[in-house]
């Protein structure tokens, strides 16, 4: 499978400050209850999700189209990764793999996802920065990599629904 992957790369960065104390956001992206709820982009749900926050921990979703992406509904796209590197409530690094499901030798990425956590305004808000290095694309792969800038952009707005949800709370 290896081999039949592009070698390409291709680096996102994303900021985005969330009007949420750190310890709500961290919940949300290692929480599995929680990460299910916002991960993804539109239109799709979280049908699997596990998270085993340790240093060679595993962080597996699979997202599934909904019936409003039309000819895509029911695809599933599974991430199977490793935790690399944990400091707890600050930061995290994963390696990952994502595919679609039943064509995994030629719709496979592979990237690395850098996170970070920093306390804004006395605690009261959350500056995130999430980079994403692709280092491989599969040959049936190329527009899904090119979509995952815009899949990471919604995601990262249904965070900040999430969060202010639970303010409202």
């Not at 998270?51 to 695809?75: H, S």
């Not at 605690?123 to 800038?149: N, S």
Request: hydrophobic share 40%; net charge negative.
């Amino acid at each position: 499978m290896i081999s039949s992957l592009l070698r390409k790369k291709k680096d996102l960065h994303f900021e985005r400050t969330y009007a949420a104390p750190p310890d709500a956001v961290w919940r949300a992206w290692t929480e599995p209850d929680r990460l299910r709820q916002w991960w993804g982009p539109e239109k799709t749900e979280v049908a699997e999700c596990e998270v085993d926050l340790r240093v060679g921990g595993r962080i597996f979703v699979v997202t599934v189209a909904g019936e409003a992406m039309g000819k895509y509904a029911g695809t599933r796209w599974p991430m199977d990764g490793i935790f690399t590197h944990i400091e707890d409530g600050q930061a995290l690094r994963y390696d990952a793999r994502s595919w679609t499901q039943g064509e995994e030798a030629g719709s496979t990425i592979v990237h690395t996802n850098d996170l970070a956590l920093r306390s804004d305004d006395g605690g009261a808000t959350t500056v995130v920065t999430l980079d994403v290095a692709i280092t491989e694309i599969g040959p049936k792969a190329k527009m899904a990599a090119f979509g995952m800038k815009w899949g990471y952009k919604a995601q990262l707005d249904a965070l900040e629904a999430l969060l202010a949800a639970d303010d409202a709370r």
